[in-house]
């Protein structure tokens, strides 16, 4: 009996300890913060970044011509993942609709990541198959185009360079020169302190504000 009282005060003192569960309130939706549109906006801007190359994809289309020149049809060589990271990323859709049995056009339009280069290679792909030329030498012929491209692209980023410092150079000189002269020369001071002189340095700081900005433009819309 002693023993039976025991353990039923020890169920009814278990129940009565044991957590009540919480009433759970309902938790307001919250829109997307400002941290997480500017980082969808930066991620998209990457994202558009990262287009392949034409290096990247000339060295697809060289893995696509040894392929079929090695007796593989066009359909198993767009199989094949490329070894250019961005150009696989790419490829992806084209890949999955060709190994689900779509044809290689209708595989080519599902790839939306392309870039000016791999729709350029995409296009003679296309026509190829389409056409039913000899493909290994259509798309050798674009490769070796891609190359002069990214060339081309390499010697004008070059060039940008070059303008681009110039352009920080021709800001900054006579900057520092008047800074200089401000040091050394206590008349130049004194016409600087005065208001014809502070009008004549705020308006060449002004013109020479707008040349880095139009020589800055220019250079942007060369590259």
Known sequence: MITAAVVAAAVVAAMALRPRPRRLEPVA??????????SAVWTLRRSRRRTPDARGVATWCDDIVRHVRSGSTLREA??????DPATARSTTPLRLAIDRGNS???SVVRVDDAGPHLRLALGVIVATS????????????????LRQRAADLDERSVHAAQARLST???????????????????????????????VCIAMGLLLNAAGWWWMHRIVRAST
């Open 78 to 83: 767009l199989s094949v993942v490329p070894d």
């Open 168 to 198: 920080h150079v021709m800001t900054a000189v006579p900057l520092l020169m008047l800074g200089v002269l401000v040091a050394l020369d206590s008349e130049v001071r004194s016409v600087v302190a005065s208001p014809i002189g502070s």
């Open 29 to 38: 939706e919250q829109g997307p913060t400002r941290l997480d549109i500017a």
């Open 130 to 145: 389409r056409i039913g030329g000899p493909a290994a030498a259509a798309i050798d012929r674009t490769a070796m185009a």
């Open 104 to 106: 290689i056009p209708d």
